[in-house]
T-cell receptor, first 113, second 115 residues
Framework: QKEVEQNSGPLSVPEGAIASLNCTYSDRGSQSFFWYRQYSGKSPELIMSIYSNGDKEDGRFTAQLNKASQYVSLLIRDSQPSDSATYLCAVKENRGSQGNLIFGKGTKLSVKP | DAGVIQSPRHEVTEMGQEVTLRCKPISGHDYLFWYRQTMMRGLELLIYFNNNVPIDDSGMPEDRFSAKMPNASFSTLKIQPSEPRDSAVYFC?????????????FGPGTRLTVL
């Protein structure tokens, strides 16, 4: 059973701090990784994708990937109350063209003003 | 573009009744996905289609669930008969390109309650 594990939280950080969200996955052959944000009562929306080892930055967001450790993380700099949401880590199965995304259960982030 | 459209947004039904959820994907997208989200199990893929053809239905829980995509702009997920454990939020998503590689755009979801 392929798994994507996340700490459910809640993770509470003060406004302006760095929020660090972590994710581990079991499928060693996975090549594509995503972070989705889901506000309460809303649908998930993509915020970052990463395919190569290392860091990928987009504005206040940085995704980090370490395939050897099977570890993906998301850093949110200068956290804002509007970042309060559940963050879902998603990993593409290593099943060729048929592989789809496996989602973690999400980490709930709360940014306190 | 209007995004992925789902109906109904909320559905309350009694155990044993048939439930039909509907989805209109983003125009031009060739992949359509049905997911179910619960607190206990998170977001789970039920089935996905490529160019209207079902590709992977291994996530469909049992024979009570069925999904169809008669054309590129419409899909249904049917539960017959429904059970209380089917209560969840059901999301439809669509994407362009290889499954799981490109961004999936989610609809607003249908919150299903089975009494």
């Amino acid at each position: 059973q392929k798994e994507v594990e996340q700490n459910s939280g809640p993770l509470s950080v003060p406004e302006g701090a760095i929020a660090s969200l972590n994710c581990t996955y079991s499928d060693r052959g996975s090549q594509s990784f995503f972070w989705y944000r889901q506000y309460s009562g809303k649908s998930p929306e993509l915020i970052m994708s990463i395919y190569s080892n290392g860091d990928k930055e987009d504005g206040r967001f940085t995704a980090q990937l370490n395939k050897a450790s099977q570890y993906v993380s998301l850093l949110i700099r200068d956290s804002q109350p509007s970042d309060s949401a559940t963050y879902l880590c998603a990993v593409k199965e290593n099943r060729g063209s048929q592989g789809n995304l496996i989602f973690g259960k999400g980490t709930k982030l709360s940014v306190k003003p | 573009d209007a995004g992925v459209i789902q109906s109904p947004r909320h559905e309350v039904t009694e155990m044993g009744q048939e439930v039909t959820l509907r989805c209109k994907p983003i125009s031009g997208h060739d992949y359509l996905f049905w997911y179910r989200q619960t607190m206990m199990r998170g977001l789970e893929l039920l089935i996905y289609f490529n160019n209207n053809v079902p590709i992977d239905d291994s996530g469909m829980p049992e024979d009570r669930f069925s999904a169809k995509m008669p054309n590129a702009s419409f899909s249904t997920l049917k539960i017959q008969p429904s059970e209380p454990r089917d209560s969840a939020v059901y999301f439809c998503a669509s994407s362009l390109g290889v499954a799981g590689t490109n961004e999936q755009f989610f609809g607003p979801g249908t919150r299903l309650t089975v009494l």
